[in-house]
């Protein structure tokens, strides 16, 4: 069984489009989490949730909306895509957020926008 | 800010010990030192943690300097599956791991 699952795993868009990715963990894990990895290959947190609550927002556009139903979803909504919006998002979740934390994470999204 | 250092990339033999380094001189008393994988096209996966002590799993060993202000991932025999970018990174407690660039590791068949 997939521990993290995304789906889709490739979405390509034109500018503008608004879409979704969405993110679901089997581990039971109660803190779930964003990442981007741009082209250059960094991968930047963007947000993470614990129990349902947001508790970290980076400096992420407000284009961008996270949405988690429940503990085992996290989903992503991007509003008026762009360009530089193009890369592989990750979805991650671990067991809780303090103390040691071990990330589980998703295969990812390879999100392009033309 | 990843607040580790690590060489860009680094070579092995297959089958040969790989050694790869990690410098974290601002690393505080309780940090942890993680490290995590990133296999071609997917996403990172744990491979190793320490606090103070050595560490050894079925995947590695984790090689803590005494001062703690630097570590070494060991990986025994390497093959081409563990071609991959390895991260070192520092883990606070209560923040989202943070990844810096880390080392892009090749095996040579």
């Known amino acids: 069984d997939t521990a993290v699952s995304q789906t889709p795993k490739y979405l390509v868009t034109q500018m503008g489009n608004d879409k979704s990715i969405k993110c679901e963990q089997n581990l039971g894990h109660d803190t779930m989490y964003w990442y981007k990895q741009d082209s250059k290959k960094f991968l930047k947190i963007m947000f993470s949730y614990n129990n349902k609550e947001l508790i970290i927002n980076e400096t992420v556009p407000n284009r961008f909306s996270p949405k988690s139903p429940d503990k085992a979803h996290l989903n992503l909504h991007i509003n008026s895509l762009e360009l530089g919006d193009s890369a592989v998002y990750f979805c991650?979740?671990?067991?809780?957020?303090?103390?040691?934390?071990?990330?589980?994470f998703g295969p990812g999204t390879r999100l392009t926008v033309l | 800010d990843a607040k580790t250092t690590q060489p860009n990339s680094m070579e092995s033999n297959e089958e040969e010990p790989v050694h790869l380094p990690c410098n974290h001189s601002?690393?505080?008393?309780?940090?942890?030192i993680h490290w995590y994988r990133q296999l071609p096209s997917q996403g990172p996966e744990y491979v190793i943690h320490g606090l103070t002590s050595n560490v050894n799993n079925r995947m590695a060993s984790l090689a803590i300097a005494e001062d703690r202000k630097s570590s070494t991932l060991i990986l025994h025999r390497a093959t081409l599956r563990d071609a991959a970018v390895y991260y070192c990174?520092?883990?606070?407690?209560?923040?989202?791991?943070?990844f810096g660039k880390g080392t892009r590791l090749s095996v040579i068949a």
């Open positions: 990174i520092l883990e606070t407690g209560n923040t989202p791991l943070v």
């Open positions: 991650a979740s671990s067991q809780d957020w303090v103390g040691v934390v071990f990330q589980f």
């Open positions: 601002t690393i505080s008393g309780t940090d942890y």
